[in-house]
T-cell receptor
Framework: NAGVTQTPKFQVLKTGQSMTLQCAQDMNHNSMYWYRQDPGMGLRLIYYSASEGTTDKGEVPNGYNVSRLNKREFSLRLESAAPSQTSVYFC??????????????FGDGTRLSIL | GENVEQHPSTLSVQEGDSAVIKCTYSDSASNYFPWYKQELGKGPQLIIDIRSNVGEKKDQRIAVTLNKTAKHFSLHITETQPEDSAVYFCAVPGGAGGTSYGKLTFGQGTILTVHP
């Protein structure tokens, strides 16, 4: 069982370039999330999708867009990359429902450097 | 949004000692308190969680305690081993933007080093 799979694992971009980070989960989870992790700041939520067909902003959405392609896939797009977006990006999913918060399962991240 | 403070930021112990990490939160309505372990080059992995209807939960060498009155919860690791060395994060429900449905706000992390 693969869990949450992120591609690519590493990427270097030049300022102004665009790219899409891919995420797929095979646990049939309803909810999916994108975080960025910077030193000393923990994980900060960029966007999330409570269910297929819905997306909503998190704490740090500026400069990003997302697409919930289907129940399995949730992509994150940087339209015009900036050095401040150099970070490690994590995708997560959870079986969110009426029973309250459920554990989130994380992928192993995409390490993105913008020059 | 929810505020979470995690302490200490770094913790160094000898193998066999105990380690305690504490998180305080601001929203008294919070009802779910997970702890995650992140090893180098990997994503965070849930190691234990507690809901507000209990005060303590144990799983082998790991335990979490919750004090809802004081709004803090702690991770306890006993008989530490070198493989416990990692970054540990606490989290609470909620966060900025939209509804709080399913969202978590994470603490800043604690780097635990266990010396053989």
């Amino acid at each position: 069982n693969a869990g949450v799979t992120q591609t690519p694992k590493f990427q270097v971009l030049k300022t102004g370039q665009s790219m899409t980070l891919q995420c797929a989960q095979d646990m049939n989870h309803n909810s999916m999330y994108w975080y960025r992790q910077d030193p000393g700041m923990g994980l900060r939520l960029i966007y999330y999708s409570a269910s297929e067909g819905t997306t909503d902003k998190g704490e740090v959405p500026n400069g990003y867009n997302v697409s919930r392609l289907n129940k399995r896939e949730f992509s994150l797009r940087l339209e015009s990359a900036a050095p401040s977006q150099t970070s490690v990006y994590f995708c997560a999913s959870s079986e969110q429902g009426s029973g309250g918060n459920q554990p989130q399962h994380f992928g192993d991240g995409t390490r993105l450097s913008i020059l | 949004g929810e505020n979470v403070e995690q302490h200490p930021s770094t913790l160094s112990v000898q193998e066999g000692d105990s380690a305690v990490i504490k998180c305080t939160y601001s929203d008294s309505a919070s009802n779910y308190f997970p702890w995650y372990k992140q090893e180098l080059g990997k994503g965070p992995q849930l190691i234990i969680d507690i809901r507000s209807n209990v005060g303590e939960k144990k799983d082998q060498r790991i335990a979490v305690t919750l004090n809802k009155t004081a709004k803090h919860f702690s991770l306890h690791i006993t008989e530490t081993q070198p493989e416990d060395s990692a970054v540990y994060f606490c989290a609470v429900p909620g966060g900025a933007g939209g509804t709080s449905y399913g969202k978590l706000t994470f603490g800043q992390g604690t780097i635990l080093t266990v010396h053989p």
